[in-house]
């Protein structure tokens, strides 16, 4: 059974009851099993079993389940193709060699139309090789392989040409599993070191896979699962791989003298800037934290990725001095960009508090004195801003004219950012604080 260690090694179930949950909440299943050269059949309706059928002789393994979940349970039974594609992409990754096909082939007219939308924005046709598009980090990298065939629903020939739809597939197969995850988080971004750190660790009941990467991007990018299960909430896995980061980090720094014994250590967070990492636990008897499956709580995994961290990226860091030195840099410029950016913030705090009223001096303020009725125009130039407050109503609206294009907020450090004139004019004349201090009352 799924619980006898001679089947299975780990599992992403806790209880063993996933198929019966199914049928239980479904109007109709239907099952269809390869095994021992035979082909065997079951249907339940509304979770009671008909007949187990000898359908025949069959050659290779395998299982086919259909089911229709019942709508009387189930708000919605419409199931969204791109987030079904972002789990089967993770699971494909996570299993290394493994290849998975998702098809729709839902015969509707206003599906068809969906689709040809789809693909005429993104320039894929029938005829088209499969092609790739990106979005926000790993969510939209699902569409490693997309693909549109020609398809026909089922019936008669006048209902087959009317319902007529473009079958959506897409095939997921990862040969470097962890690694092409990876890279797929820093397919749009520049990577600062070539070679993808990697490593398996085993122990009693319990082994961890690491791919990892840092970038030149100042946001982190870790992302961490428990037998397959996607631990959105982290967990002593990824506990254990912070931990050891920072402290091996922190200790090769001074060890190769990159950061001076005056200096205070690295912080995570400086560590972290830029990484892009998958840490995947397998653990024999899981304990995950709420209902939703999304915190690993096995405290025991978190001493044991720790050992390894430091174990594996240690000796890589001794192996490659030259990129261990460039990732080292980028932590000692992401934690001087700290210092620098505290020292700015308070600069703004200092600055707001020697304006006249506290406002930037070319904003004109409006009348009113509640936040949910006043609106805030920010103009280019003193010309428009001219133009826009003789036209305005000055009981609510307020005008800020802006000296030329400000600097590009989401591409510059932070300590950049609150030098910036413009930007403090902008913190100044909406009076939120910002970061810890942001407070929208």
Known sequence: GKFDSDSYAVSGGLHGVGISVVNALSTRVEVQIKRDGRLWKQDFDMAEPAELVDAGPAEGTGT??????DPSIFETTEYDFDIVARRLQEMAFLN?????TLTDRRPRAEKAAELDAIADSEGVGPDSAPGSDEGSDLASAVDAEQAFVEGAG??????????KVRERKRTFHYPGGLKDYVKAINKSKTAIHQTILYFEGKGTGHEVEVAMQWNSGYWESVHTFANTINTHEGGTHEEGFRAALTSLVNK????????KEKDPNLTGDD???GLAAVISAKIADPQFEGQTKTKLGNTEVKGFVQRQVTEHVGHWFEANPA????????AIASSQARVAARKAREMVRRKSATDIGGLP???????SKDPAKSELYIVEGDSAGGSAKSGRDSMFQAILPLRGKIINVEKSRIDKVLKNAEVQAIITALGTGIHEEFDID
């Open 64 to 69: 086919k389940v259909r089911f229709w979940a």
């Open 96 to 100: 290394k060699g493994l290849t998975i």
């Open 154 to 163: 089922e019936g008669d020939e006048s209902t087959a040409e009317t319902a």
């Open 252 to 259: 090769y720094a001074r060890d190769k003298k990159l950061i």
């Open 271 to 273: 560590i972290r800037e």
């Open 323 to 330: 990129e261990a030195k460039v990732i080292v840099n980028k």
């Open 361 to 367: 001096g070319k904003l004109a303020d409006c009348r």
